[in-house]
């Protein structure tokens, strides 16, 4: 049995929800803080970097655990959804703060591989704690009934999505 429409009052407050917490994302990044304004100790080595530097580091760890080969360029580029000479710049001044390493593929040469550095790794972990603990903060403002709420809503918010893409993409074949 289908929901019952929404009214337009709770579309248009839910609008004004996701442009507003659209703009806090926008601060966050301007600011360099996961929910924060305040500088804080585990933005050593952070402050000073680019949004897409710390994305790349973020995208790097993630997806190159199961790839003790490293990253290519083109899957970091289709990670990142961008071309590949795109991500250029903030290889290279991840490489120069010794946060990545570059290497050659073993088996053809013309692909470069990336690595995450221990000074890379290091910074991530430090940065992931402190993340992880703003999180828990903001969630036990909200208490526990609600903080559960959010996060099968956020769920079922990803499972739409997710239903809707493959609905585009069985449209399109």
């Known amino acids: 049995m289908p929901n019952q429409p929404v009214s337009d009052e709770v579309v248009h407050h839910f609008l004004e929800n996701i442009l507003q917490f659209n703009r806090f994302v926008i601060d966050v990044k301007q600011n360099h803080s996961p929910f924060s304004r305040h500088k804080h100790k585990c933005d050593e080595g952070v402050s000073d970097m680019r949004h897409s530097e710390r994305m790349l580091l973020f995208a790097i760890a993630d997806r190159g655990k199961d790839r003790p080969d490293g990253l290519s360029v083109s899957e970091l580029s289709q990670l990142m959804q961008v071309k590949p000479p795109s991500i250029t710049a903030p290889l290279n001044a991840l490489e120069e703060r010794g946060m990545i390493q570059r290497t050659q593929?073993?088996?053809?040469?013309?692909i470069v591989r990336i690595h995450l550095t221990q000074n890379g790794q290091a910074l991530l972990q430090k940065n992931r704690r402190h993340l992880y603990e703003?999180?828990?903060d903001m969630l036990n403002y909200l208490g526990v009934e609600k903080a559960e709420q959010l996060s099968s809503i956020l769920d079922s918010i990803f499972e739409y999505f997710e239903k809707d893409r493959e609905k585009t993409n069985a449209e399109k074949h």
Do not use: F, G, L, V
């Open 105 to 110: 593929d073993e088996n053809d040469r013309r």
């Open 134 to 136: 703003r999180a828990r």
